[in-house]
């Protein structure tokens, strides 16, 4: 089954809200918890605990792991284990982007279901240009895994880049949105090519009803609300991940609470 195929139907069952883990020095000290790696491990495993088994997918933050070093990724390595086992999809949320040579090695890391990192899905970055990402494109179609490309970030910095003209008169961002519609193009229920665009973008005219699964991040503790995602996103609300980290985390570590902000998320977002 393609990514498109299980994100659809996960997004059917258990709702479209994604929660991102990421374990902030500030956080871990909110909890009670040592700024290290037992903190990293306590926290980040209490988390799946707590939404795994109930949200359609859990977005972990690959920099909050990476920054204790390889004791870190192997802490990674279970955030990921632990929430495929309890029904959850995972997006590893890494933004890598090279050369393709080097983007071959990034989908290697991630998407081959070999790989002590494999997941759902990630994220990348175009901006050494959209066919520097095609190995992770092409490693994702191979293994039934999904892709997710920055194309208008919720980050007040993204629209220097991402709102410049292009030769043919078209925002850099829209233009990375054309290239999903070609890769989305006939694929039912949804393809497996994503797009990263912010709940805080405000207007835009571009057509993000591209027939490929949006992950908008900036719900929540960034200011996006339920109605932001409908304005922006119009016609294509269906296809939209809302993701949120600090909003969910800081109710930690009680894991009901926790997870009633995952239901009450979807029940604001599926109304
Ligand atoms: O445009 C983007 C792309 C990714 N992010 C990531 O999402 C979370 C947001 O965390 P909150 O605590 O809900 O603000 C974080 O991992 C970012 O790296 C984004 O915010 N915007």
Redesign the pocket.
């Known amino acids: 089954m393609t990514f498109g195929a299980r994100l659809h139907a996960a997004m059917a069952d258990r709702g479209p809200f994604c929660v991102?883990i990421?374990p902030h020095a500030g956080l871990l000290q909110e909890w009670g918890l040592s700024d290290d790696v037992a903190g990293l491990e306590r926290f980040a495993l209490t988390v799946v605990e707590a939404v795994a088994p109930v949200c359609s997918v859990v977005k972990p933050?690959s920099a909050f792991y990476e920054r204790f070093g390889s004791r870190g990724i192997a802490v990674l390595e279970r955030v990921v284990a632990d929430s495929r086992a309890a029904g959850a999809l995972v997006l590893l949320?890494v933004k890598r982007g090279d050369i393709g040579s080097t983007s071959q090695a990034y989908a290697d890391a991630y998407l081959d279901p070999t790989s002590p990192l494999a997941s759902d899905a990630i994220t990348v970055s175009p901006y050494l240009g959209f066919g520097s990402i095609s190995p992770m494109i092409d490693t994702a179609r191979k293994h039934d895994a999904g892709v997710f490309v920055?194309a208008l970030?919720?980050?007040k910095e993204g629209p220097e880049v991402q709102a410049a003209r292009t030769e043919g008169d078209q925002s850099v961002g829209g233009l990375m949105i054309e290239h999903l519609r070609l890769l989305n193009a006939g694929a039912e229920p949804l393809g497996s090519f994503g797009a990263?665009v912010?709940a805080t973008i405000g207007e835009t005219d571009v057509d993000l009803d591209f027939n490929g699964p949006i992950l908008a991040?900036?719900y929540?503790?960034?200011g996006g609300t339920p109605d932001d995602i409908r304005r922006i996103f119009g016609p294509a609300t269906g296809n939209v991940l809302a993701?949120?980290?600090?909003?969910v985390l800081r109710l930690g570590p009680d894991l009901s609470a926790m997870r009633d902000a995952v239901h009450a998320a979807n029940e604001a977002l599926r109304g």
């Open positions: 991102g990421d933050q949320d920055l970030t919720s980050n990263v912010g991040p900036g929540g503790a960034q993701s949120s980290s600090r909003e």
